[in-house]
């Protein structure tokens, strides 16, 4: 008898801990930008992990607060969605590529992710997609699980695994012929040796399947294509069975012209499209993520003094590029390469898209409501929205103004969780 009460008085309590109502927070702030554009009698309430209410003050249902907070000045957002980043990589003006792939061990390249993922997230980076973890096998899918178990503090990833080149095609380079040195990334060729590899990066759960299309090894260290179309098909046939999207490296006009038509979804870099390059994007509906801010720090590391010196050739190339991507209508996606430059300093390319022509409000819409849809995760992040993640960060500010403030972080939340 004594048992069947404590086994009631169990469940009582149990049940009583389960309905618990989780803290009410209104978040109030000088103004709201949702995603979409800049509001300015906006609140925002949060329960929980998620945002239960959002829209102007006036409208809103009678709700209990336990908490109110209040930004006079300042601008609540979404949290910003890096689209292009390598936890796995640090600036190259400390250790070059070639070395960090070469000499760190691996527990030396983890331990370095480890402070990365939190520099990012204190930056307002709430979502980070990795492309590749060059040369550090498939350590970017257990920084991902350690974050998502609450091991570490970081943004949600979304992680590439090994990414696919050509036999030949990429580094590090140089070395005797007898030397076998790792490779920043998993060599596959042909029909049979890329199923079997594109499928054996599926199986380690990766988010998606990143190819480089093209890479420096043409005449003179050009860019030229790697893959054949059939190739690059292939690997989209493969991967995207699994329910993953494929995304393409490519620079050169033929590396992006093949990728795209294979099926992938966003290019990488993209310096040397064509008109005709563009319109095939956007007739395909592909993205470009220009990753402006890592020309502009490998300029600065081969010693341009910017603000002083003319533009570099490749700079000025590169800016010429960006404006005609957008002047062609394509989907920019917000990502720099960080780690070619510090983690944290995510904002450099934001700075650099709209100083090579970008309006502000389409840059801020870029690293928020663009990036989740373009990575599918629009569902949950990238909107201050009823019912999406509470993934909300307020700088100091207004960004539509002056994207630069996006540098004074005032809050940052993730998941509901405060950091
Ligand atoms: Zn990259």
Redesign the pocket.
């Known amino acids: 008898m004594n048992l069947i009460i404590s086994v009631f008085l169990l469940a009582l309590f149990s049940s009583n801990t389960v309905t618990a109502q989780e803290p009410m927070t209104l978040l109030k702030a000088g103004r709201v930008f949702d995603g979409e554009r800049m509001h300015a009698d906006w609140v925002v309430a949060v329960k929980g992990r998620q945002i239960v209410y959002a829209g102007s003050l006036n409208d809103m249902p009678g709700l209990d607060f336990d908490t109110v907070v209040d930004f006079p000045g300042q601008t609540l957002m979404p949290g910003l969605i890096e689209g292009?980043?390598?936890i796995l990589?640090h600036p190259y003006n400390e250790t070059s590529w070639n070395d960090q792939v070469l000499k760190e061990p691996e527990s030396e390249r983890v331990i370095r992710a480890t402070n990365h993922v939190r520099a990012s997230l204190l930056a307002g980076i709430t979502t980070m997609r990795d492309?590749?973890s060059?040369g550090a096998a498939y350590a970017d899918v257990g920084i991902r699980d350690s974050i998502n178990k609450g091991l570490i503090p970081g943004p949600r990833l979304l992680v590439a695994g090994r990414a696919i080149v050509a036999t030949g095609s990429y580094g590090p380079k140089g070395f005797h012929e007898r030397v076998e040195v790792p490779l920043g990334a998993e060599t596959a060729d042909g029909y049979d040796d890329l199923i079997r590899v594109v499928r054996s990066q599926i199986g380690r759960n990766v988010d998606f399947i990143k190819v480089y299309a093209d890479y420096r090894w043409g005449v003179d260290n050009t860019a030229a294509a790697t893959f054949t179309q059939a190739e690059l098909e292939t690997i989209v046939a493969i991967t995207t069975s699994s329910g993953r999207p494929v995304v393409a490296?490519a620079s050169s006009a033929e590396g992006m012209k093949r990728a795209i038509l294979a099926g992938v979804e966003t290019i990488?870099?993209g310096d040397a499209a064509t008109q005709e390059v563009y319109a095939l994007m956007r007739k395909r509906n592909v993205a470009l993520c220009p990753?402006l801010a890592?020309g502009d720090a490998v300029a600065r590391y081969g010693g341009w003094k910017k603000g002083i010196d003319p533009d570099p050739e490749r700079i000025a190339a590169k800016k010429k590029s960006f404006k005609a991507a957008l002047d062609a209508g394509v989907t920019i996606c917000f990502?720099g390469?960080v780690?070619?430059y510090p983690h944290g300093d995510n904002v450099r390319e934001l700075e650099l898209m709209v100083s090579y022509g970008m309006k502000n409000l389409a840059a801020l819409q870029s690293a928020t409501s663009v990036n989740a849809a373009l990575f599918h995760i629009d569902d949950k992040v990238g909107r201050i929205q009823a019912g999406l993640r509470a993934d909300i960060i307020v700088v100091d500010g207004d960004p539509a103004e002056d994207i630069s403030v996006l540098r004074e972080i005032r809050l940052v939340m993730k998941d509901g969780v405060t950091y």
């Open positions: 292009h980043s390598h990589l492309l590749g060059e490296h990488e870099h990753t890592a990502g390469d780690g070619v």
